[in-house]
């Protein structure tokens, strides 16, 4: 027996470190690593059952093909060789009648491995002279605000939580997508730390804010707007950064004059003075 110390291989910015127990080769046991400062020892119910999922007797491992009509559940096996024929087959017609572009790869990462994710099908398809594009379903469009705003996309340490006076959950739900972050969120609210959630849906974090904020779906721009005009309004910026360190701030004031709190308040459902104390 020994163990074997991994990190969990899923599209997840918690990266956590396990600890897998191997007996003659077999992976027998998955903990998480107590002496990893983020993860602090536990796993989320997806990684805690990695292993049923490993050795799953069900779990394919070979490829199959459809027999009869699309839904009937009906499959036989086929050899690699088979497979990879009649996926070339395809591609070979899709190729000669509308030309390589008319193939367009759609797919993103599951899992961060060096082979199965941005490697061999990066090159494949740019060989073949498949369609271009950005293969992320969720993530590019956040990526490019970020960049936008912040100059990059990152961040914040979870170990600053802690030291933290206001902490605002905005749209995210970390008691079940973001476990890790919840002790550093705990932790802060132990010291003072003031949370406050903003979601359209009562979510179980919305239950441990001391503040929750309930929009209605859609209108979180009206709120951030109506909160731009109070903090402008009234001069609750760092003015010398603003100088500094950004641009296009005279339109962002002639934007959000636009928005009083009370015209927010009537687009997003909120009461005013909700969004003129969260400002302040």
Not at 136 to 150: D, M, R
Request: hydrophobic share 40%.
């Amino acid at each position: 027996m020994k163990i074997v110390h991994a990190v969990c291989p899923h599209d997840c910015p918690d990266s956590c470190s396990m600890l897998v127990t191997v007996v003659n080769g077999r992976a027998e046991k998955i903990r998480g690593n107590p002496d990893h400062p983020i993860t602090q020892g536990f796993l989320c119910a997806k990684v805690n059952n990695y292993l049923q999922w490993t050795y799953n007797p069900n779990r394919v491992l070979y490829p199959r093909r459809r027999i009869g009509p699309k839904g009937s559940g009906n499959w036989e096996r086929i050899t690699w060789d088979e497979a990879i024929a009649t996926i070339a087959e395809q591609f070979r017609e899709i190729v000669a009648a509308h030309g390589p572009e008319a193939i367009l790869p759609y797919s993103y990462s599951g899992t961060l491995g060096l082979l199965n994710f941005a490697s061999m099908d990066r090159r494949f398809f740019y060989r073949l002279g498949a369609t271009l594009l950005h293969r992320t379903i969720c993530s590019t469009a956040g990526s490019v605000a970020y960049e936008f705003t912040l100059g990059r996309a990152g961040g914040t340490d979870p170990e600053a939580f802690s030291r933290a006076k206001l902490i605002i959950v905005w749209g995210s739900n970390p008691v079940t997508s973001h476990v890790h972050l919840m002790p550093f969120l705990n932790e802060a609210q132990k010291q003072g730390a003031h949370l406050v959630v903003i979601d359209p849906r009562r979510t179980r974090t919305a239950r441990r804010a001391d503040r929750f904020l309930q929009p209605r779906p859609g209108t979180d721009a009206a709120l951030a707007l109506g909160m731009m005009h109070v903090i402008i309004e009234e001069n609750l910026y760092d003015a010398e950064y603003v100088q500094q360190h950004t641009i296009g701030f005279d339109a962002l004031c002639e934007r959000v004059r636009d928005f009083p709190p009370l015209r927010a308040a009537a687009i997003t459902g909120l009461d005013a003075n909700e969004i003129v104390d969260l400002a302040r």
